[in-house]
């Protein structure tokens, strides 16, 4: 295999090139220098009329890039619950706003952030949260699940209808269990993270709910080898308060988690677009390949803190991450079904 480097663009006179490991290092700028972009002022839109109509709300997670004018480009979703009309409004919000432009030693330039952006029907009491008939048909779903009947269940289910963002996160837990029962680790995960919401602190469910719900998701980040995501679910509990019993329990795989964050030492996880033409991931290394099994991957886009950059598949080709990017996340591109390996080294 022909083995390149991709430099990515460092916006601070950098050179951005595919190059060979016997060139320059780059120069190192100081990280305490750079400044993060921040809304200075929010585009306005209307709200979704399906939540007008249906009573429904949302949230919708965007990764963006922001220019040295302060202007959005390249918005993306990352997660998202509400449906199409929730994540329309969300990149038509984030490209009509106003940014102040992230900087390196005073001087603005291109850098990724991301941000949410919650959709909640106006007019609703601040205290009205959960339904009470909801508790019984959240109950119900659970005893079908325990009984083994499927049929029973898939019904529940389909009948547990959230009308706001606490509801749904009851529903999503739900469907944990569900999905823990019949389906797949990729299905339990995405109900997890649902539940979670994409929150640092419990707000849609109660402390303890919350907590707990993280303490399921990490040992499933860590075996399906989701390491950037279990170290960032590792900082939310911390913040949450551990117990010293998990503490102690997952303390080990976090730091092996970090060791191997910091050495050159390889590993490979399996990747599928499924129906999707689009596939994230948050990157733990800096050096990677792809080696596509089935199917084809077209583009491939990386939105770094600092740096931005975007090609063509190249599958000879094994990309370095340059500059002082604490985080950068993957987007690939291409033919729904595509199955492939990410190996991060």
């Known amino acids: 295999m022909r083995i390149a480097y991709a430099i990515l663009p460092v916006l601070c006179g950098l050179a951005a090139a595919v190059s060979t490991a016997e060139e320059t290092q780059p120069e190192v700028v100081p990280v305490a220098l750079y400044k993060s972009p921040k809304v200075i002022e929010w585009g306005r839109v209307p709200y979704p009329n399906v939540g007008l109509t249906g009573v429904h709300e949302g949230w919708v997670i965007v990764d963006l890039m922001v220019d040295p004018e302060g202007k959005p480009y390249e918005a993306t979703i990352v997660e998202s619950i509400g449906g199409p009309a929730f994540q329309n409004a969300a990149l038509t919000k984030i490209l009509k706003s ?11 330039i291109h850098a990724g952030t991301t941000v949410k952006l919650y959709f909640q029907v ?8 959960i339904r009470d008939e909801y508790p019984i048909q ?38 944990f269990a569900y999905y823990l029962r019949w389906g797949t680790e990729a299905q339990q995960i995405h109900a997890l993270r649902r539940a979670i919401a994409g929150e640092k602190d419990a707000r849609f469910l109660p402390k303890s709910s919350f907590v707990k719900t993280l303490w399921t998701l990490l040992p499933l980040e860590i075996r399906t080898q989701d390491y950037a995501r279990a170290l960032q679910t590792w900082e939310t509990l911390s913040r949450a308060g551990m117990d010293q019993e998990n503490r102690a329990k997952w303390e080990q795989s976090i730091e092996e988690i970090r060791a191997l964050r910091d050495n050159d030492k390889a590993y490979t996880i ?5 129906d999707r033409s689009s596939w994230h991931y948050e990157l733990l290394k800096r050096r990677f390949r792809i080696d596509v099994d089935s199917g084809s991957i077209a583009e491939v886009k990386l939105r770094c803190d600092q740096q931005y950059v975007f090609f063509r598949f190249d599958p000879t080709l094994q ?11 993957l987007e690939l591109l291409g033919q729904p079904g595509t199955k492939f390996r990410l190996t991060q080294s």
């Open 98 to 108: 106003r940014f102040e432009p992230a900087s390196l030693g005073g001087t603005p």
């Open 122 to 129: 106006p007019g609703i009491p601040q205290d009205f949260k």
């Open 138 to 175: 959240f109950q119900e779903v659970f005893k079908a699940v325990e009984a083994g009947d499927r049929e029973r269940a898939d019904a529940k289910l389909a009948r547990l209808d959230a009308h706001n963002l606490y509801e749904d996160a009851y529903r999503a837990i739900a469907e």
């Open 270 to 274: 399996p990747g599928e677009f499924a």
């Open 319 to 329: 990309y370095t991450i340059s500059g002082n990017n604490d985080s950068c996340s």
